[in-house]
C-alpha cells in the first residue's frame, strides 16, 4: 500500500472524531465557541450572536449620501468576497460597520442600541465559558478590550446619548470580531497554504490537504463559517500527520 494511503486512512478517523466533539456543522445548534489542536497551536474561535453591531441596522437612520456610501462598501465587500478576495472583503464590511454608526446624525432608537449591546454581552459571556475550557492567551485579552468598549457605551447610554454607544458598540463588535470563525479560519488557511506551497514536489496527501483549504475559501465566500472552520482544521491536520510521517523512520 502506498504510503500516502496508509497515513490517510488512520488520519480521516481520527480528524473526523476531533471534529465532530468540537463542531459538527450537522447538528440543529452549532457551539458558540471553537477550540482545536492544528499546526503545533491551538485555533480558538467564538460564534458571532445575533444582533452584533451591523452596517444595515443603521442604514435606514442615515443621511441619503452616507446611507449611498455604505451600500457601496457593502456591495464592494460581497464582489470581493465572491471574487475570492476574501481579506478585501472583511475589510470592507468592517469599514461600513464602522463608518455606518458613526454616520449617525442623531441618536438611533433604543431598541437598536439595545440589541447591539445584549448581543456583545453575549458574546462576552461565550468568550468567558471558552475561556474557563482553557487557556487562550489572545482571546483572553480580546476579552478585556470589548468589555472596556461596552463600558463605555453603556456609560454612554446613562447620560442619554446613544449615538455615542452606538459608535462605541461598533467599535466592540470589530474587536470581537478578530476571533470570529470566519477570521480564524482564514489565519489557518493562509498558514496551511504557506506550507503547502513551500514543498516543490507535494505528495497525493497534500494535494488532497490543498483541496480541503480550497473547499474552506469557499464555504467562507459564502458564508458558511462552520463548513470553513471544520474544513481549514482537517486540512492542517493532514498536514500535521504528513509532516510527522516524513520525520518517522
Given amino acids: 500500500m502506498p504510503r500516502s494511503r496508509?497515513?490517510?486512512?488512520?488520519?480521516?478517523?481520527?480528524?473526523?472524531?476531533?471534529l465532530a466533539l468540537s463542531a459538527c456543522g450537522d447538528a440543529p445548534t452549532l457551539p458558540t465557541s471553537f477550540a482545536q489542536e492544528a499546526g503545533g497551536r491551538t485555533w480558538v474561535a467564538v460564534a458571532e450572536p445575533a444582533g452584533m453591531p451591523?452596517?444595515?441596522?443603521w442604514l435606514p437612520l442615515l443621511p441619503r449620501p452616507?446611507?449611498?456610501?455604505?451600500?457601496?462598501l457593502l456591495a464592494d465587500a460581497e464582489r470581493l468576497r465572491r471574487g475570492g478576495d476574501l481579506e478585501g472583503g472583511l475589510a470592507a464590511e468592517?469599514?461600513?460597520?464602522?463608518?455606518?454608526?458613526?454616520a449617525l446624525a442623531g441618536d438611533p432608537p433604543?431598541?437598536?442600541?439595545?440589541?447591539?449591546l445584549?448581543?456583545?454581552?453575549?458574546?462576552?459571556?461565550?468568550?468567558?465559558?471558552?475561556?474557563r475550557a482553557g487557556h487562550y492567551p489572545g482571546l483572553d485579552s480580546t476579552v478585556v478590550a470589548v468589555a472596556a468598549q461596552r463600558a463605555l457605551a453603556e456609560a454612554a447610554l446613562a447620560r442619554g446619548d446613544r449615538r455615542a454607544a452606538a459608535a462605541l458598540l461598533a467599535q466592540a463588535g470589530e474587536t470581537a470580531r478578530v476571533y470570529s470563525p470566519v477570521r480564524v479560519a482564514l489565519r489557518l488557511v493562509e498558514r496551511a497554504e504557506q506550507r503547502i506551497d513551500a514543498d516543490p514536489s507535494p505528495t497525493p496527501v497534500l494535494r488532497r490537504a490543498r483541496l480541503l483549504l480550497r473547499t474552506a475559501r469557499e464555504a467562507m465566500a459564502?458564508?458558511?463559517?462552520?463548513r470553513a472552520m471544520k474544513r481549514a482544521w482537517y486540512a492542517q491536520q493532514i498536514i500535521d500527520a504528513h509532516d510527522a510521517g516524513d520525520e518517522a523512520p
Fill in 66 to 72: 452616507e446611507a449611498g456610501r455604505i451600500r457601496l
Fill in 6 to 18: 496508509k497515513l490517510f486512512g488512520p488520519l480521516l478517523a481520527s480528524v473526523c472524531a476531533a
Fill in 94 to 102: 468592517s469599514q461600513a460597520r464602522l463608518a455606518a454608526a458613526q
Fill in 54 to 57: 451591523d452596517a444595515r441596522t
Fill in 118 to 131: 445584549a448581543a456583545v454581552r453575549e458574546w462576552e459571556s461565550r468568550a468567558a465559558d471558552r475561556l
Fill in 110 to 116: 433604543p431598541a437598536g442600541v439595545n440589541a447591539a
Fill in 222 to 226: 459564502t458564508g458558511d463559517q462552520t
